[in-house]
């Protein structure tokens, strides 16, 4: 079968389906059974496909229009400025969290040298981005997850940073190694009963772990900040994600445990993403 028909069968099983990037996903997958860029695949469509990787691409193209999302189909995704390799243990990298890469070189334009730490590491996307800017950084990773650390072990590699990474299973409850300059974190912040509202790639694929934030939304925020009190330096900057609607109860809780609010970024829609704060 030539490619541009298998593309066009496929983009009409996936459209069925409601996938809204229906075209665009049929030519990643395609590109994935053959092992061939995107570019390839444009500029060959009326090139054989062999049967192996016909039978692959259809596979491909049933998970997808099951909801699957695309990256754990192609085992990779672009954060920033680079690719990372991911797979279902992993969260999907959002490009909302790209405001804390921002945030981060904003703060800290004129330093060289900085020790931070990263909880929640997932696959790493924004401890090695942020190591990736600043040359003379050291960045530390921790996660509940074993096999979250794996895959931020391949990407430090991969991203050739891994010199300037420490990497620990661990919850932030007993983390006890080091202070900090900075600590981030993108946690787990849906409430539990919200968890069933959440989109179906999201909640059929993505691992709970990464988003259950217990019957508040704020369990995980609050070890954290708590936590935190201990980790970071005198006058040292914590960064959190948060959902839109946690802004109020964020601030209090890291007013109460001796947090200055420096300032509350909006995302790309306009909603309450990150609290940038300091120890004070």
């Given at each position: 079968m030539k490619i541009d028909i298998a593309i066009q069968q496929a983009n009409v099983i996936l459209k069925r389906n409601s996938i809204k990037s229906s075209l665009l996903d049929s030519e990643i997958l395609i590109s994935k059974a053959i092992n061939k860029s995107r570019e390839y695949i444009i500029l060959n469509l009326h090139k054989e496909i062999n049967k192996d990787d016909y039978l692959n691409f259809k596979k491909l193209v049933y998970e997808r229009s099951k909801g699957k999302p695309l990256a754990y189909l192609t085992g990779k995704k672009d954060f920033w400025k680079y690719e990372f390799e991911i797979d279902q243990d992993v969260l999907i990298p959002r490009p909302d969290t790209e405001l804390i890469i921002e945030q981060v070189l904003k703060i800290y334009k004129n330093k060289d040298k900085i020790n931070f730490l990263?909880?929640?590491?997932?696959?790493?996307?924004?401890?090695?981005?942020?190591?990736?800017?600043?040359?003379?950084?050291?960045?530390?990773?921790?996660?509940?997850?074993?096999?979250?650390?794996?895959?931020?072990?391949?990407?430090?590699?991969?991203?050739?940073?891994?010199?300037?990474v420490k990497l620990f299973k661990s919850n932030i409850d007993n983390f006890t190694k080091g202070k900090y300059d900075l600590i981030l974190s993108n946690p787990p912040y849906i409430k539990n009963l919200d968890l069933k509202k959440l989109d179906k790639d999201v909640k059929d694929f993505e691992p709970k772990l990464a988003l259950n934030g217990g019957l508040d939304g704020l369990s995980e925020i609050r070890k954290i900040i708590d936590k935190s009190t201990e980790l970071i330096k005198k006058n040292g900057k914590l960064i959190i994600e948060i959902a839109f609607n946690q802004k109020k109860e964020v601030k209090r809780i890291l007013e109460d445990n001796g947090?200055?609010?420096?300032?509350?970024?909006?995302?790309?829609?306009?909603?309450?993403?990150?609290?940038?704060?300091?120890?004070?």
């Open positions: 990263d909880i929640g590491v997932g696959s790493g996307a924004i401890l090695l981005s942020i190591l990736k800017e600043k040359k003379g950084f050291f960045g530390t990773g921790i996660d509940i997850s074993n096999k979250c650390i794996n895959v931020c072990k391949k990407n430090a590699y991969k991203l050739e940073v891994y010199k300037r947090f200055y609010i420096i300032e509350v970024i909006k995302d790309l829609a306009k909603n309450d993403r990150c609290i940038i704060s300091k120890k004070i």
